[in-house]
């Protein structure tokens, strides 16, 4: 098997909608054209937390692998969060996608497990269904330690060295675990590609890994990759630099009351970037208000990231 690619930067794109609430395939497919034209990025993954996937229909969400396929033509893999309760329903999610044209999975713990726990071998038997069935190579999602689907290390040992395992992604937000875990995972499979989620504070994970995998790839695509590559060349001051610029942004976007703010502020960047029209969600997301979505355009003002059709025309 020749594994994905995936040193440098994986956007979770956000989903289009009509102003009226269905999928929007033409601002999909402009959004999908337009992060794969960035050089640097290196898979689209979709379908998960920021693109509103679990609000999304079955035939829906098969229709939009079907419009990224199709928008990239080929240039980077995309990959479908797999979210589906029970590891019957998460196999059978996963051979569709791969139908659909997806290359990957990025395979979501059961989510009664966010509040229950899990039974040791239970995630492992999980990816082995997903990849059997589908064939889709899959991505290790490490949750946050705070909850009860983050996998201690034994876990992730497990499911790192599985065949069809090609990456993880790492959100663990806690850097205890952080410094100790990562080693161990690249010690036992060092062809895992580790990537980073931690959207709200990248600096401190970003000397120890391949590439990202955030939502936050959808806004600043541009500036990601550079600190993506400052990592990579342990250049400290130069990561410092691009970190400190995008803390305006950062803190309009992610440092919010909830973390499920984040999506509804991603689309109201990639309006001021001039990507989207509008910023309509689905329910049970909610509307920030106006005062927050000037905080926002505030922000890229502040962090100077322009729009997407200034920048084009200055080239």
Not at 6 to 28: I, W, Y
Not at 44 to 73: M, S
Not at 281 to 290: D, Q, T, V, Y
Request: aromatic letters at 8%; glycine letters at 8%.
């Amino acid at each position: 098997m020749q594994s994905m690619d995936m040193r440098g930067l994986s956007p979770a794109p956000v989903t289009a909608f009509t102003r009226d609430g269905e999928v929007d395939h033409k601002a999909n497919a402009k959004l999908a054209k337009w992060l794969v034209s960035v050089e640097g990025v290196k898979s689209l993954v979709i379908l998960g937390h920021a693109g509103e996937g679990t609000f999304l229909t079955e035939e829906e969400r098969l229709a939009l692998i079907h419009t990224y396929v199709e928008a990239v033509d080929g240039a980077v893999p995309i990959i479908a969060g797999i979210t589906g309760e029970g590891t019957k329903v998460a196999a059978e999610e996963a051979r569709k996608c791969k139908a659909a044209g997806a290359t990957g999975a990025l395979v979501y713990p059961n989510h009664g497990w966010l509040r229950f726990g899990f039974q040791k071998g239970a995630p492992q038997d999980r990816y082995k269904a997903i990849w059997q069935e589908s064939g889709l190579q899959c991505i290790l999602f490490q949750y946050p330690d705070a909850t009860k689907a983050s996998y201690d290390l034994d876990t992730q040992l497990a499911i790192a060295t599985q065949e069809g395992v090609v990456a993880t992604k790492n959100g663990v937000r806690n850097m205890k675990r952080w410094y100790v875990e990562i080693p161990e995972l690249k010690k036992a499979n060092p062809k895992l590609q580790v990537l980073s989620c931690h959207d709200e504070w990248l600096l401190p994970t970003m000397f120890d890994v391949d590439g990202l995998l955030v939502g936050y790839g959808n806004i600043a695509p541009e500036l990601l990759i550079d600190l993506i590559k400052a990592g990579k060349a342990q250049d400290y001051p130069e990561a410092r630099k691009i970190f400190e610029r995008l803390l305006p942004v950062t803190r309009a976007v992610y440092h919010r009351g909830s973390h499920m703010e984040g999506t509804v502020a991603l689309k109201l960047g990639l309006v001021h970037r001039g990507i989207l029209d509008h910023a309509t969600i689905r329910e049970p997301l909610k509307n920030l208000g106006e005062k927050a979505e000037a905080e926002i355009f505030a922000a890229f003002d502040a962090a100077d990231i322009g729009r997407v059709d200034q920048l084009l025309a200055a080239e």
